[in-house]
């Protein structure tokens, strides 16, 4: 590839990437926490080669959704509960009965 179609590729690339960027941007919290917390999240970033706020938005929107998976899951369970199994079947059922 000639230097000026590799350095359009790569604009073309970093652009999208901060357009996708600024479509994520929502509010703006501002967040007291420990010290050591703070300077693992920032090595973390820093490891990453991230800014620490994209770094912390990505950590929190990941564990918020899988959390929001965990209570979606919940709450199916809880409004089609199925017949329990008592541990002496459930022992049975692995062979672990004898």
């Known amino acids: 590839m000639a230097p000026a179609q590799a350095f359009a590729s790569l604009a073309s690339t970093v652009l999208h990437a901060r357009q996708f960027s600024r479509s994520l941007k929502g509010m703006t919290v ?24 994209d770094y ?27 017949p329990g199994i008592t541990s002496n079947q459930l022992r049975k059922n692995f062979g672990l009965d004898g």
């Open 30 to 53: 501002t967040l007291d926490m420990p010290k050591e917390i703070e300077a693992q999240f920032t090595a973390a970033a820093q490891a990453r080669g991230v800014p620490l706020s």
């Open 56 to 82: 912390l938005r990505d950590f929190i929107v990941e564990h918020y959704q899988e959390d929001a998976d965990d209570l979606r899951t919940a709450q199916k369970r809880l409004a089609d509960p199925q």
